[in-house]
């Protein structure tokens, strides 16, 4: 449990002081089980939910959300993190920005982490996806 609660606080610190994606990437394992596109595989409109398996496609991830989103408009609220054993669940809510149409959406998640040999290797986001759509103004808010 120390090992994961270790990863995720580090975690935690680069996404929270904007560390560079590469740098986020490091905490994650070559090869990763990904999922940030509930309820489906990919919301054409938003460039960050798509499928992704490797540290690469992590790091793209990181970069694509900084490229289309305000950071300093941006806000993310921890409210529990509970780790068990590889396991960590964090929840929260996050406030973004979109650049191309400046509209902000206010979303809460659920992120489960799970640790293996130091690294991250399972990274599932359950967030509002048809929210963060609609402030691409691809469908109605």
Known sequence: MNETKAVVDEFLRRTAAGDTPERIAELYAETVDWRVSWPVPRHPAVPWIRPRSTRADVADHYRTFAAVCVPE??????????????????FGASFQQV????????????????????RIAKHHMYE??????????????
């Open 128 to 141: 509002d996806s048809l929210a963060v759509e609609a402030a691409f103004g691809a469908r109605p808010a």
């Open 99 to 118: 650049k191309s149409t400046g509209k902000r959406f206010a979303m809460t998640f659920a992120l489960r982490l799970a640790v293996q040999d130091g």
């Open 73 to 90: 408009a941006g806000e993310v609220r921890l409210d529990e993190i509970i780790v068990d054993g590889p396991v960590a669940v964090l």
